[in-house]
DNA sequence: CTGTTAGCGCCTTCAG
DNA sequence: CTGAAGGCGCTAACAG
């Protein structure tokens, strides 16, 4: 009906000729209006196909029926939480936002704190955070984090077994015969990365295996910043004839600069990575890895988060789920 | 610093002794404040951590710098071409935003309209619309719809060649001897469903292959309306040896459907799928599906958004890819 | 039962 | 160069 722009408020009160106070409340049922004025008031909405904003309504309100899933931006690890943490979320009664915080590629450390800040309060009743880069101040908001920062001392989070995930796949790499193992790791400000590079040196101590301090590296979690560091390991002079990535976008990439300089994996070169992302099921060859139970790390996150915004306390603020070892085609025997 | 719940403008004008109004043109960098009233209130923001809320941003200023993806629901074949939307959004200096529109799993219609309304005009300066129930009419902002309700009539969009792609999967079964194949449409008020039925139907003729209705069902691409489909059509007396399920979802479902009912999938029933989603080769047996290039279709819908949103007029608005059959292991021949 | 009055947090004239 | 006033669209008191 209306054609120009938005139809606010005061156009459905002017049309139906009424006040706004009077369309406002017909619209939340509130009590205090006649059934025929109410009536007639909802007809209009629906002619002019009036939708009350969600900024104006949650800049009034307290509540807004909104959770927002913060994460630095959407790339194979988050969007497969995303999917667990949208099945639970199914029938809560709650809308589902996605932001992602800009700090993205340069992985800026405190995009989390800034992009609950710009929501929080306002748009958002309460929030997961993906792979925080800090542990967040009271955001005046429940917040669940997701692989985080640090460690039992911080936000309620949900992460998985990362430093027995890392043992089973470096013992996987020894029982093959491995000793020269090499080490990628992941972005320094996670705590998933301190416990698999303590994961992988414990397990290489306790097969009496030395530790090449040539062989670690950090990898960054990203195709982008594992690229050099996977390049400086196999060009080493003494090269290694395996390497436990830690996550699965950089084994990925490893296994790729591999093939580029002509080494074949698995004949040459075993990979090992960590998440199980379904990209690690598409690549030649199949990823070798430790499975994380993505989903499930979502659906536990939002079923905490859903908890803690009914005012309950949750019956445990930090959830650790196991890992498995996925064999597939990166690994072979030396 | 401040603990109680969000810092307001207002907190930090009171903070540094000045005004709001000050505080805001330090923030938008207007002109009109003296250097050293600017540098002490950066440096109270700093230390107060303050971030000015999106909310009360966006609902005052026209621009917000934001742009939209509206979906239905967090499934595969939305968070792919999230992948791609967001690789081509890295740069342009807008901050994305996911939403899903709750309508979801009961698919009501209309629940893009209803997202548009509330988020469009405040917090989005744009949208994305992922498999849309209808056509949108002019909600004031760009939009863009990917694989959407109606033809070229309608808003700009991207999708794939789905008549192509279906013929290419029956072609595909017809090859390998198949006669009696049966068919899993998807949502009804999808041009691609429309599409895919009738590159099946072209294709039998073209075969010369008579239809059999009672071949021919909807299974709405989702796994829990694919079921009681797949079902029916296993169970028929005179059953198909072979099935086009028009998408992943659902022909992993048929497969598990008929690995139910004791059918082994390929031995005794071959399934194709349509979309190419990673969960189609993660599934036992792997899926021979029709790949859509879906990372493609978000890069190009959102550069065709980007384009409006710099007021030029995209190349073309209607975009249509190429798909192509993927072989893997759940078909085989008669 | 209905309309008027105040803001939510922010930005933008427009006086001082 | 700075602050006071008004309003974005909406909801929540309070009067009438």
Not at 79 to 94: C, R, V
Not at 211 to 228: H, I, K, M, Q
Not at 293 to 303: F, K, N, T, V
């Amino acid at each position: 009906m209306e054609p120009r722009g938005r139809v606010t408020i005061t156009d459905v009160a002017r049309a139906a000729g009424v006040s706004v106070a009077t369309v406002s409340k017909v619209i939340n049922d509130r009590y205090g209006v006649a059934a025929s004025t109410a009536e007639h008031v909802r007809s209009v909405i629906a002619d002019m196909s009036y939708e009350s904003s969600l900024v104006a309504r949650s800049l009034r309100s307290q509540r807004t029926g909104v959770i927002g899933i913060l994460l630095a931006e959407f790339e194979p690890f988050s969007t497969e939480l995303l999917k667990g943490l949208a099945a639970a979320t199914a029938g809560s009664g709650y809308e589902l936002l996605a932001w992602s915080g800009g700090g993205g590629p340069d992985g800026h450390v405190g995009w989390e704190r800034r992009s609950l800040a710009q929501l929080s309060g306002t748009l958002i009743d309460g929030a997961v955070l993906i792979t925080p880069t800090l542990v967040v101040p009271d955001a005046g908001i429940p917040v669940v984090a997701i692989d985080p920062h640090a460690g039992s001392e911080s936000n309620p989070s949900v992460d998985s077994d990362n430093l027995a995930g890392a043992a089973s796949a470096v013992e996987h790499l020894i029982a093959l015969g491995h000793r020269r193992i090499g080490f990628l790791g992941g972005r320094p400000d996670l705590e998933s990365a301190r416990l698999r590079e303590e994961g992988y040196r414990r397990t290489l101590a306790a097969a009496g295996i030395a530790l090449d301090p040539d062989l670690v590296r950090v990898g960054g979690y990203r195709p982008e910043t594992a690229d050099a560091p996977a390049h400086e390991l196999l060009t080493l002079p003494d090269p290694p004839t395996a390497i436990f990535a830690t996550n699965d976008l950089s084994a990925i990439r490893t296994m790729q600069v591999a093939q580029s300089l002509g080494l074949r994996v698995p004949e040459d070169l075993s990979v090992v990575g960590f998440d199980n992302v379904p990209e690690s099921a598409l690549c030649t060859p199949q990823l070798t890895t430790v499975s994380q139970p993505l989903h499930r790390i979502g659906r536990e996150a939002m079923e905490m988060l859903l908890t803690l915004l009914r005012g309950e306390a949750p019956a445990e603020t930090h959830r650790r789920l196991p890992t498995e070892l996925v064999v597939r085609a990166s690994t072979r025997a030396l």
